[in-house]
């Protein structure tokens, strides 16, 4: 199709908000054009505009902010022009939008299929019976699994993904020119989420719509875009195609995202992760010069000066920098290469050994409940065994419901194990944590993923670093204060935040405080349970690095949960993957990221986005969810969703471990090498004859 529909046409918008401080700028002079059947993939930092940039291209705005100038066109229609009334008319059935949490969008109290249908009535002008049979078809076109039944569901019934494809076939009944998607695969793991990104990959060219999407996953971009725009406090610092903006980008803060990514042929030996230093200005203190000037390292003083324009380097290809010829002779230096970087082969002291863990909860089935009685089994952890030294990560990785975060919760003793052992530096611990000594408990803490789990709101930042060495350490008034801001210099926070309250912390700077904490009784074992996941790319970047040096200079080691297959790549020596309770392959991260894989984790490693349109990975898709802890299937309990199912041994036989070299385990039915045989080279490789890369 040579003839390109423009569908969004924006210029010159420049949105403001009303402030006790007087007017605020907060989206500056952006220009964005998307065509039918595109998607525009907006990239950049927590704050720096993006949705909002979303709800003023849709006049869904505050009510003190408000469109200072610029022009918005819909396939010709001039919005501005248009009354509140008249915009009711256009949201739903030519706009339509898709949030990061569903479960925000969707109403508990109404069936699914009522709610999808709701749409097609209004919009559409559609019978009951017809926009019953619409919200069905829009169920099916999502492949959502026995679409009439869950169209008699409602909200709480249905898992993330599920709910996330709910509000993708509702915003699809209207067949709309423009869809807006608002980080729609945040919060779902790595397999949902590559799920997800297919399907809107293919009902975009289905059904001909072009495609706002916004995200700071940068993988998730260079997998399903066209275009990319990189926003900035309210700015585009550059736009382009994905190989313009990928391979050969001209601004210093595209190359700082991408820098911050972790890949997933290297780790922490071999580079340390670019992170952009600072923050992003508030728009009532923006810099004079070129507003990413205080962050960028190719900063002159002539940047400081004068705001660059966004001019046009090559053709389809912007920038906002004015060394813009400069960079390009540079090329692409996305991450810093790590001095002393070989592997140390001294193995350390061991320090945690848990053998044959099992945590199983019960739970009231159906309307016994309320008798106590026909209680069933939740397998949440079920037989696990695990071994790590001194200064070693072990990363875990599965799926959202698979047992991480139980088997975790165990080790450290806020849940109690059914069975199995736990052995930390040789000594046997209690199940319990209130029955552990406080010598034990400072050897083993843990950081969540919400820092404010672990932090007091009502007291400062330095009081919730200062509890664990008075309660596990002993130490005087003095030593304390002392040790607090050593801790506070450790995790790269100023001295004055020891007294700031956790809501006048950042989430990156408050996951610091957390991280702080932890360390200050000196463990030996840190327990990670997805502490990086809800943070901006550049926030996770310099916490990667953080833990790395805190592991060097502390000899801690880390058990690192998380579902980012990227960062656990980056950060691990050791991998376990475990499904449904179980562990299905464990061995050094360089063995469980080259072939031989088990089925599941050769799925996992197929899901991730990688930032680089040049890779082109192998699609094997996992269906359905993962089964209830409840009822497990017979045999290998991955053989309802396996690709390489062999047969009827699968669905009878529980599999064995096989071993290949030294340490790399994976139990399977399929031979060590036919699975060799069948994976070939691996999953992701270098197109135009760039190479393997794993």
Request: proline share 6%; net charge negative.
């Amino acid at each position: 199709m040579n003839e390109r529909t423009l569908v969004l046409d924006v210029e010159d918008m420049t949105v403001t908000y009303r402030t006790e401080k007087g007017p605020l700028d907060t989206v500056r002079n952006v220009n964005l054009k998307i065509y039918a059947g595109e998607i525009y993939g907006l990239v950049g930092e927590s704050g720096s505009g993006k949705t909002t940039l979303a709800h003023a291209v849709v006049r869904y705005l505050p009510a003190n902010g408000f469109l200072r100038s610029g022009k918005i066109c819909l396939s010709g229609t001039d919005l501005m022009s248009l009354s509140k009334m008249e915009m009711r008319e256009i949201w739903g059935s030519r706009i339509s939008m898709v949030h990061q949490d569903p479960s925000s969008s969707i109403n508990p109290a109404i069936q699914i299929g009522e709610q999808i249908a709701e749409v097609a009535r209004i919009h559409l002008g559609f019978s009951r019976k017809e926009a019953r049979v619409r919200a069905v078809e829009m169920l099916n076109k999502v492949h959502m699994p026995d679409p009439e039944a869950v169209a008699k569901r409602y909200a709480h019934q249905l898992s993330g993904g599920m709910l996330q494809r709910v509000l993708i076939a509702t915003a699809l009944t209207t067949n709309p020119e423009l869809l807006i998607m608002d980080e729609p695969t945040t919060a779902l793991d790595v397999t949902t989420e590559a799920v997800i990104l297919d399907l809107i990959k293919d009902l975009m060219e289905e059904y001909n719509t072009a495609v706002l999407y916004i995200t700071h996953n940068l993988g998730v971009v260079a997998r399903i875009s066209n275009q990319v725009g990189v926003l900035y406090a309210g700015e585009i610092m550059e736009e382009g195609s994905i190989t313009q903006v990928f391979k050969n980008n001209l601004h210093p803060y595209t190359r700082g995202l991408l820098g911050c990514v972790p890949r997933v042929d290297t780790n922490k030996r071999d580079i340390s992760l670019k992170a952009i230093p600072g923050y992003i200005p508030r728009p009532d203190n923006l810099p004079r010069g070129c507003i990413f000037a205080p962050r960028c390292d190719l900063v002159e003083e002539a940047c400081t000066v004068e705001r660059p324009p966004l001019v046009e380097a090559e053709e389809g290809h912007l920038t906002a920098c004015r060394r813009f010829e400069e960079l390009k002779k540079i090329g692409n230096v996305v991450a810093d290469t790590r001095a002393g970087g070989s592997k140390d082969d001294k193995l350390g002291d061991l320090v945690l050994e848990a053998r044959n863990i099992k945590k199983y909860f019960t739970a009231a089935a159906g309307l016994s409940a309320l008798w106590q009685r026909g209680r069933s089994v939740i397998k949440a952890v079920d037989d696990i065994s695990i071994r790590m030294r001194r200064s070693f990560t072990m990363g875990i990785v599965g799926e959202s419901g698979c047992g991480k975060t139980t088997l975790a919760r165990c080790l450290i003793g806020l849940e109690e194990a059914t069975s199995g052992e736990i052995e930390l530096e040789g000594e046997l611990l209690p199940y319990s944590v209130a029955k552990r000594p406080p010598e034990i408990l400072k050897k083993m803490q843990m950081v969540f993923q919400n820092p404010d789990a672990s932090l007091n709101p009502q007291h400062p930042a330095g009081s919730s670093v200062a509890r664990p060495l008075i309660l596990l350490r002993n130490l005087s008034r003095k030593e304390v204060g002392d040790k607090v801001k050593e801790l506070f210099q450790a995790v790269n926070l100023p001295e004055e935040f020891i007294e700031r309250l956790p809501h006048e912390l950042s989430g990156g700077e408050k996951q610091r405080v957390a991280i702080a904490r932890a360390f200050a009784a000196d463990p030996a074992l840190m327990i990670c349970d997805e502490p990086i996941s809800s943070l901006d790319v550049s926030v996770q970047a310099s916490l990667m690095n953080l833990l790395v040096d805190l592991q060097e200079s502390r000899g801690a080691s880390y058990l690192f949960i998380s579902h980012d297959l990227a960062a656990v790549r980056h950060l691990s020596d050791w991998i376990a993957v475990v499904y449904l309770g179980r562990l299905w392959e464990i061995g050094s991260a360089e063995d469980v990221f080259v072939p031989p894989y088990h089925p599941y984790t050769e799925a996992l490693l197929s899901a991730i986005p990688i930032p680089d349109p040049d890779v082109k990975q192998e699609t094997i898709r996992l269906r359905g969810s993962v089964p209830s802890a409840m009822d497990i299937p017979s045999g290998c309990r991955f053989h309802t969703r396996c690709p390489r199912k062999i047969g009827a041994i699968c669905e009878q036989q529980e599999p064995p471990w096989q071993q290949r070299g030294n340490y790399h385990q994976i139990r399977c039915h399929i031979p060590i090498e036919e699975l060799l045989e069948i994976q070939g080279e691996g999953l992701l490789k270098k197109s135009a004859g760039g190479g393997v890369i794993s």
